[in-house]
């Protein structure tokens, strides 16, 4: 991004910052302005709002998991100690879940209004500094118990390791898992194989396009790089270099045919001379290069020298390392 597209954006980042401040201090004006009982109880609603909506997301979303789970009795492997384990697991999810649902509702106004008994003879430690604790823990016994149940689900699947993200990938054979990692690794293999490509291309892409970038834009060379880059990706010194490496014999017929046009337009020249001093018009008789059929001869050999050359440079342009691959 240039600098004249950036600054507006600093500037509109600038100004949102400075309103988001303004706003925060006018309302903590007005927030420490109020009564202090007002202020009290605004908290102790929040709060409450707060407790209502947490608990109640997270007993739902557990009980949903607790439902799902009783699927697991059905699973191949699941012999008697893996189900009572299982039967444990989903014990204490439910109880999880009914203690966040019940600390959920007593944070209900009209519930502690109508049902004060239902708050009064709530445990001591029922709070939202205990409460939190409690319930972590019992998920973490849970799923402690949990994995020693999929553990022994595994063995008697015949699984050494890798149960539990077989199981998550409803896997419950040792060869289905076996081909399963096999394609995981191919495919693997194969993004990595991308990555690294992509990267080696925007490599290239960048040193070929500074070296042209780097010429002048009235030089020849350039006019010639610009179009070896289009037709085969590659920076124009290292395709010429590849081609007198792995094509000598079709460059040096390149060579050789360029010196024998030369050698006709030096004959044509010289004869031009010779009429002109005779006092003949050296187009005499529509004489010129262009129906001249020994320089005709030598262009046509060029142009099939050429094409040699090239489909020979084609045949190895793999072998240069900064390359980019032309759509």
């Known amino acids: 991004?240039?600098?004249?597209?950036?600054?507006?954006?600093?500037?509109?980042?600038?100004?949102?910052?400075?309103?988001?401040?303004?706003w925060a201090i006018v309302w903590i004006i007005r927030y420490n302005l109020r009564d202090p009982s007002t202020r009290e109880n605004e908290i102790k609603i929040f709060k409450l709002r707060m407790q209502f909506f947490a608990y109640m997301a997270f007993g739902l979303i557990l009980l949903l998991i607790t439902l799902g789970h009783f699927s697991t009795f059905s699973e191949p492997g699941m012999t008697l100690v893996p189900i009572v384990l299982s039967?444990?697991?989903?014990?204490?999810?439910?109880?999880?879940?009914?203690?966040?649902?019940?600390?959920?509702i007593t944070a209900i106004p009209s519930m502690r209004e109508n049902y004060p008994k239902l708050v009064q003879k709530t445990p001591k430690f029922f709070n939202n500094y205990l409460i939190p604790v409690m319930l972590f823990l019992i998920l973490i016994i849970a799923g402690q118990i949990n994995d020693y149940s999929i553990e022994h689900q595994g063995s008697n699947l015949h699984f050494t390791d890798g149960?539990?993200?077989?199981?998550?990938?409803?896997?419950?054979?040792?060869?289905?898992?076996?081909?399963?990692?096999?394609?995981?690794?191919?495919?693997?293999?194969?993004?990595?194989?991308?990555?690294?490509?992509?990267?080696?291309?925007?490599?290239?892409?960048?040193?070929?396009?500074?070296?042209?970038?780097?010429?002048d834009s009235k030089d020849p060379k350039r006019f010639v790089?610009?179009?070896?880059?289009?037709?085969?990706?590659?920076w124009i010194d290292d395709y010429f270099a590849l081609q007198k490496q792995e094509c000598a014999s079709e460059f040096k017929k390149l060579l050789n045919v360029n010196d024998d046009v030369g050698q006709e337009v030096d004959y044509f020249n010289q004869t031009s001379d010779a009429f002109n001093r005779s006092g003949v018009r050296p187009d005499v008789g529509g004489r010129s290069l262009s129906n001249d059929p020994s320089y005709q001869s030598a262009i046509s050999r060029r142009t099939f020298a050429r094409d040699q050359l090239e489909q020979c440079g084609v045949r190895h342009i793999d072998?240069?390392?900064?390359?980019?691959?032309?759509?």
């Open 225 to 234: 790089a610009e179009n070896i880059y289009k037709q085969h990706g590659v």
């Open 87 to 104: 039967g444990i697991v989903c014990f204490l999810w439910l109880v999880t879940a009914a203690i966040s649902l019940f600390w959920s």
């Open 163 to 215: 149960f539990k993200e077989a199981k998550s990938n409803n896997i419950f054979s040792v060869e289905e898992w076996n081909s399963f990692n096999i394609q995981k690794e191919k495919e693997r293999e194969i993004a990595n194989a991308e990555k690294e490509r992509i990267e080696k291309e925007k490599k290239a892409k960048n040193y070929i396009e500074s070296k042209i970038n780097a010429l």
């Open 1 to 22: 991004m240039n600098e004249k597209k950036k600054f507006p954006h600093i500037i509109h980042g600038i100004m949102t910052f400075f309103t988001s401040g303004v």
């Open 319 to 327: 072998q240069i390392e900064n390359r980019v691959t032309v759509q």
